[in-house]
């Protein structure tokens, strides 16, 4: 899987002189992110399609199934595995097909469990409806905790430190779990941002790490209300991201008590939702 996880293609730099002349060309290797496509079954039922960055994808499983409240610990799923029938032109195992199946055989999922989806909730639900459904699926309370400037300014750095792939790369996002003194936990890459933190969130999952009480979720991206779902849902005490939050992603962690922390970067930083310690 580790070497899926980049390729390498020819590229043609060019670069420019402040008056627009071009002032060299060359063609050599590019390491580029791997894109591909990871279809989730549970009891041999599509749930959902996702572009990701190979690797880490029972996790990615899980932080999934957990986010759109259908587990809840990691007893519920009794085996994730690569499909044997899905292979490519070649005959060898693509390993973008993965079958869940939980540990109650009775639980089957219809198309209603699915309405948390990105790829469901577009279509005629408002904010107010998708913040409950965060709520009715929510099994851990949050635990506010105040928010420590000089822990939040450097969270974003220990994060970037530990992003392998972007070094490589320039395009990748990356998410981390980190304690209340900004040490981290448990890191992950991949092309989408969600994916990434389906990955730390399904990691603790399984290693019996959650609630994340008192822990940060630190995202590379912007705040979207789909990762605030996710940081409410597996019970982290606040989410730090490097950009931008949505109006709904503020909106459901001012309801739900999440710490909501935007452009962490530079030595600044802006509170959405919680308390600056003192």
């Known amino acids: 899987m580790a070497g899926r996880i980049n390729q390498t293609y020819s590229v043609t730099r060019v670069r420019l002189d402040d008056d627009g002349g071009v002032t060299q060309v060359d063609t050599r290797a590019d390491t580029v992110t791997a894109e591909e496509p990871l279809e989730i079954r549970v009891g041999g039922q599509t749930i959902t399609t996702t572009m990701r960055t190979p690797g880490h994808d029972i996790e990615l499983a899980h932080g999934f199934l957990h986010g759109e ?17 899905a292979t490519g032109d070649d005959g060898h195992n693509t390993y ?6 939980f540990a109650a055989p009775e639980r089957v999922l219809s198309l209603k469990d699915l309405r948390l989806t990105t790829t469901t909730s577009a ?3 408002c904010g107010s409806t998708s913040i409950d459904s965060v709520f009715k699926n929510s099994r851990y309370p949050i635990a506010p905790m105040p928010l420590d400037p000089a822990v939040i300014s450097k969270l974003p750095d220990a994060l970037r430190e530990q992003q392998k792939q972007f070094r490589k790369t320039g395009g990748i996002h990356a998410a981390g779990a980190f304690d209340a003194q900004g040490n981290p936990l448990v890191i992950r890459e991949d092309i ?9 969130i ?13 822990h940060f979720l630190v995202m590379s991206s ?14 982290f005490s606040a989410l730090v991201a490097v950009s931008a939050p949505s109006s709904l992603a503020i909106d459901l962690a001012r309801e739900a008590g999440l710490g909501l922390v935007g452009f962490a970067r530079d030595n600044r930083f802006n509170i959405y939702s919680g308390e600056l310690s003192r």
């Open 69 to 85: 409240g259908h587990i809840s610990l990691a007893r519920d799923v009794a085996n994730a595995r690569y499909c044997a029938g």
């Open 123 to 125: 279509c005629g639900v």
């Open 202 to 214: 399904g990691h603790m999952l399984l290693e019996g790490q959650l609630p994340a009480n008192h």
């Open 96 to 101: 973008n097909l993965l079958d869940v199946e």
């Open 222 to 235: 912007r705040a979207s209300f789909e990762l605030v779902q996710k940081a409410v849902m597996a019970g």
């Open 192 to 200: 989408g941002r969600h994916n990434a933190a389906d990955k730390v």
